[in-house]
């Protein structure tokens, strides 16, 4: 990269240019090595499209973890589902990803539940916020999880109409598995979702 | 000076050398299409297949995972056009394990081996040339150098069918890639799918939530 190329990304940064931190990210870390993020959204979404749901795969690079959100929510029909600490931004801050959740709720009459073990301030979190933005806020339901509650699982998870999900074992590490049209497991995490949340408090948004 | 029949004889090398250029340059130019766009293109859809399935992204490791520390993925990794740093000892290992697996594929991939062969064929020609020249019209300043032209010519000639083998073993272990690639990613497909299954497992497992602890339950609890 040129001298006159980085000194204008660093121009970008003080001009508050978000995307011009990535790009002096990339800069220090050197050039990402495949798989990309588009190569890897191609192979999520041809797994998604499966007929049989195609077959279960990773989803532990933290780069991916927005790509595999996006895509559930491409696939998403009547109801997302979100057990999360916080909807964290690597998951679910990117635009992108607001986007996609506007999309699904333009769609149909789809709606997202999410259970969050802190409190979420809708203003500061970009998918609230955008889903805010356009008037659509009533479909979402934010529920705050007990702390007692929070001792009783380990996992995190996204389920999209009981058939598919991004499923983290330990919240503590971004590990995940990904499988879309699965029935038998997406109704299991529909059902442990219902189990939380019977015992949440409803978040006002 | 040599015998006459030493000149026979290195002439003969020389015309059998020619051909074996001649027929491999020909030969290559199928055979290293074929190389290039089945069996290489064959790994490397595989391999990144696999890199998809188990999410690697290489900037973004601390360690690598346990599926990449054998070498035959990390010979599988470079035959995908994406190799994996080493340290400078584990570089030396990894070099000398490669040359079992695919032969002087660097080489190969730039093609220095078939611009090896290509020198060697128009140098052994011209050589063969002026042997003959030189044999039939006694021709000019060769006369006074016959064994030096002819010790050269002979490494020419001797070199130039041992490039063309070298080259034609090189393809001959690309052509196994496809097999030898298979029978690797069956054996980590299975261990994925070992470390997926146990993720499925936890994800069936029914959460059972407790009511909350009583005041007089916590207490006894911390004492």
Not at chain 1, 131 to 148: C, D, F, G, M, T
Not at chain 2, 104 to 110: A, H, I, M
Not at chain 2, 200 to 209: D, F, G, H, N
Request: hydrophobic letters at 45%.
């Amino acid at each position: 990269m040129s001298e006159s190329s980085r000194r204008s990304i660093f121009k970008d940064i003080a001009g508050g240019d978000t995307g011009a931190l990535d790009r002096a990210a990339q800069l220090v870390r050197g050039p990402r090595i495949s798989p990309p993020q588009d190569d890897y959204a191609a192979f999520a979404r041809m797994r998604a499209r499966a007929a049989d749901g195609g077959e279960v795969f990773f989803n532990s690079a933290p780069a991916h973890m927005g790509v595999v959100v996006r895509v559930l929510l491409e696939a998403a029909v009547e109801v997302v589902e979100i057990l999360t600490g916080s909807l964290d931004a690597m998951a679910y801050g990117s635009d992108m990803v607001a986007q996609e959740a506007v999309n699904f709720l333009k769609r149909g009459q789809g709606r997202i539940k999410i259970l969050s073990e802190v409190e979420i301030e809708a203003e500061l979190n970009p998918m609230l916020r955008a889903i805010k933005n356009a008037n659509l806020i009533e479909r979402v339901e934010l529920w705050s999880v007990p702390l007692y509650v929070q001792k009783q699982y380990t996992c995190h998870f996204a389920v999209v109409d009981g058939r598919s999900f991004r499923f983290q074992a330990r919240r503590d590490r971004f590990e995940a598995i990904v499988k879309f049209g699965d029935r038998t497991i997406g109704s299991a995490l529909r059902q442990n979702f219902a189990a939380i949340e019977a015992v949440s408090v409803r978040q006002g948004l | 000076m040599l015998e006459p029949g030493g000149w026979d004889a290195l002439l003969h090398l020389g015309t059998m050398a020619i051909l074996v250029g001649v027929a491999y340059l020909g030969i290559d130019n199928m055979r290293g299409t074929t190389v290039e766009d089945n069996d290489l293109e064959y790994v490397r859809a595989r391999v990144k297949e696999l890199l998809l399935r188990i999410d690697f992204v290489k900037s973004e490791l601390r360690q690598l995972p346990p599926l990449f520390r054998e070498p035959e993925a990390h010979v599988l990794l470079l035959l995908a056009g994406m190799p994996l740093r080493h340290t400078p000892f584990r570089r030396i290992l990894f070099f000398i394990y490669r040359q079992f697996y695919v032969p002087f594929f660097g080489l190969y991939r730039s093609s220095a081996l078939r611009i090896l062969v290509v020198f060697l064929l128009a140098s052994a020609m011209m050589s063969f040339a002026i042997l003959v020249a030189t044999r039939i019209w006694n021709f000019g300043p060769f006369i006074q150098c016959q064994a030096a032209l002819a010790y050269t010519s002979f490494a020419l000639f001797v070199g130039l069918i041992l490039a063309v083998l070298l080259n034609e073993m090189v393809v001959y272990r690309l052509n196994s890639l496809r097999r030898r690639c298979d029978r690797y990613l069956v054996s980590a497909e299975r261990r994925i799918s070992g470390q997926l299954d146990d993720q499925l497992e936890s994800a069936r497992k029914r959460i059972v939530i407790s009511p909350p602890p009583s005041i007089e339950e916590e207490r006894r609890a911390t004492e």
